[in-house]
């Protein structure tokens, strides 16, 4: 299949030709067209008005079987979600309410939902995943993350993994996420439970190992123990840090050679200064601060200090509630100081980075044909457009998912 008449194709590889001071490459392309062969791309050129019959010279289009013309319209890579929590049970809108009316959002709201999850069945959870999954997809997301935390016992956690992998290869066990009811003022022996039986019932679900490293959920000597009992089992570390308040778990992350640290609301300059000397991602998401009515990281000094930048939704029923990463991007552009070219990319190369895959993120010969064809001439329209639907067309593996109206 080719995809042709592309007005604008950011390819994220090559030189960048955005605004501001991005420093990463986005490689637009214009007047562009990508082939398409069992789900991967491969070739990425110039578009030619001869189409399938190809054209003449070394850069001419290729044939293929099938055509689509993009009208001019900009296509971007799938967006990559690499943060979300979406096997759970029922939601939280009462506490945001409340939150709306001057509360303030506490890592203890976890509780209620775990105490939802673990009366849900296999099947309510599979469709409530199946629909945020959708949901997503609508919005051009084609990988997401996914991550375990609302069952906080051996049984539920097991079940969230499961569940979990039965959509995505990203899986997340995140036993550690808060301190259940019935290990109240216990949280060293649930540290235990999670580094042992827990550990045992989800690593071969799993890819990733998570803590919430945070005051009213693990300290930086839980976390430790968690993330290297994880590590020894063979999973990768990642690290919710410093969401409610400046902490060590950003080092901790570091340290352990974390493909990730998410959040970041309240960061140092020494974590400034140690991530950009890290290879560890930092993973904006902007949902949160929008939902908790928390202030803003600055992504400028984050991108001016040269740390890798990503941008996920974050989706839960807590802390951020939405499954839009356009909307993320909106807000990344508006409130964190990040043009547009850079957000769109922090959402496509930079959730790959922060699961560090090299395979999608990228419009080139050999990656996943993960692509989104917005309706509107210029990738800049998600953030020029809050709020407005611009997902025309998507394509995962090269098939086509969705398409609007
Ligand atoms: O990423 N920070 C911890 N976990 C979630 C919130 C979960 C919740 O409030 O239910 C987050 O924001
Ligand atoms: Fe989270």
């Given at each position: 299949?080719?995809?042709?008449?592309?007005?604008?194709?950011?390819?994220?590889?090559?030189?960048?030709?955005?605004?501001?001071?991005?420093?990463?490459?986005?490689?637009?392309?214009?007047?562009a067209a990508v082939l398409i062969e069992d789900g991967l791309i491969s070739w990425v050129g110039p578009s030619a008005s001869s189409g399938a019959q190809g054209g003449s010279g070394a850069q001419s289009t290729p044939a293929a079987d099938e055509i689509v013309d993009a009208g001019g319209r900009a296509v971007i890579p799938g967006f990559v979600d690499s943060h979300s929590h979406i096997v759970f049970g029922g939601d939280r809108a009462a506490e945001f309410e409340a939150r709306m009316a001057g509360q303030k959002y506490a890592a203890g709201g976890i509780r209620s939902t775990v105490a939802a999850t673990r009366r849900a069945s296999d099947g309510e959870l599979r469709a409530r995943v199946r629909g945020f999954l959708d949901e997503m997809l609508a919005q051009g997301t084609t990988t997401v993350e996914i991550k375990s935390g609302?069952?906080?016992?051996?049984?539920?956690?097991?079940?969230?993994?499961?569940?979990?992998?039965?959509?995505?290869?990203?899986?997340?066990?995140?036993?550690?996420?808060?301190?259940?009811?019935?290990?109240?003022?216990?949280?060293?022996?649930?540290?235990?439970?999670?580094i042992g039986e827990m550990l045992d019932a989800c690593a071969l679900h799993a890819k990733w190992i998570d803590v919430f490293c945070e005051t009213g959920a693990f300290s930086v000597a839980q976390s430790r123990r968690v993330l290297q009992a994880g590590i020894g089992r063979g999973l990768k570390p990642r690290v919710h840090a410093s969401q409610l308040g400046p902490g060590e778990g950003v080092q901790l992350a570091?340290?352990?050679g974390a493909a990730s640290v998410d959040h970041g609301t309240y960061?140092?300059?020494?974590?400034?200064?140690?991530?950009?000397?890290?290879?560890?991602?930092?993973?904006?998401?902007?949902?949160?601060?929008?939902?908790?009515?928390?202030?803003?990281?600055?992504?400028?000094?984050?991108?001016?200090?040269?740390?890798?930048?990503?941008?996920?939704?974050?989706?839960?029923?807590?802390?951020?509630?939405?499954?839009?990463?356009?909307f993320c991007i909106a807000l990344a552009v508006r409130d964190m100081g990040m043009t547009p070219g850079e957000a769109i990319w922090a959402a496509t190369a930079g959730g790959a980075a922060a699961l560090q895959r090299s395979d999608i993120g990228v419009i080139a010969p050999g990656a996943r044909a993960d692509l989104v064809l917005l309706d509107a001439p210029t990738r800049v329209h998600l953030a020029y457009?809050?709020?407005?639907?611009l997902v025309q067309r998507v394509w995962k593996d090269g098939a086509s998912v969705w398409r609007k109206g």
């Amino acid at each position: 299949m080719l995809i042709t008449n592309i007005g604008e194709l950011t390819t994220n590889v090559g030189p960048s030709t955005g605004s501001g001071t991005q420093t990463h490459e986005d490689g637009t392309l214009h007047d562009a067209a990508v082939l398409i062969e069992d789900g991967l791309i491969s070739w990425v050129g110039p578009s030619a008005s001869s189409g399938a019959q190809g054209g003449s010279g070394a850069q001419s289009t290729p044939a293929a079987d099938e055509i689509v013309d993009a009208g001019g319209r900009a296509v971007i890579p799938g967006f990559v979600d690499s943060h979300s929590h979406i096997v759970f049970g029922g939601d939280r809108a009462a506490e945001f309410e409340a939150r709306m009316a001057g509360q303030k959002y506490a890592a203890g709201g976890i509780r209620s939902t775990v105490a939802a999850t673990r009366r849900a069945s296999d099947g309510e959870l599979r469709a409530r995943v199946r629909g945020f999954l959708d949901e997503m997809l609508a919005q051009g997301t084609t990988t997401v993350e996914i991550k375990s935390g609302y069952g906080l016992d051996v049984e539920t956690e097991q079940r969230l993994v499961r569940l979990a992998a039965e959509v995505t290869d990203e899986v997340t066990y995140l036993g550690a996420h808060v301190v259940p009811a019935e290990y109240a003022n216990r949280s060293d022996a649930y540290v235990d439970l999670v580094i042992g039986e827990m550990l045992d019932a989800c690593a071969l679900h799993a890819k990733w190992i998570d803590v919430f490293c945070e005051t009213g959920a693990f300290s930086v000597a839980q976390s430790r123990r968690v993330l290297q009992a994880g590590i020894g089992r063979g999973l990768k570390p990642r690290v919710h840090a410093s969401q409610l308040g400046p902490g060590e778990g950003v080092q901790l992350a570091i340290e352990l050679g974390a493909a990730s640290v998410d959040h970041g609301t309240y960061l140092t300059d020494d974590d400034v200064a140690a991530l950009a000397a890290s290879d560890t991602v930092l993973t904006l998401l902007p949902g949160v601060e929008f939902s908790t009515r928390q202030p803003y990281p600055d992504a400028r000094r984050l991108i001016d200090a040269g740390v890798t930048v990503a941008i996920a939704c974050d989706t839960n029923p807590g802390s951020s509630f939405t499954s839009s990463m356009p909307f993320c991007i909106a807000l990344a552009v508006r409130d964190m100081g990040m043009t547009p070219g850079e957000a769109i990319w922090a959402a496509t190369a930079g959730g790959a980075a922060a699961l560090q895959r090299s395979d999608i993120g990228v419009i080139a010969p050999g990656a996943r044909a993960d692509l989104v064809l917005l309706d509107a001439p210029t990738r800049v329209h998600l953030a020029y457009r809050p709020g407005v639907p611009l997902v025309q067309r998507v394509w995962k593996d090269g098939a086509s998912v969705w398409r609007k109206g």
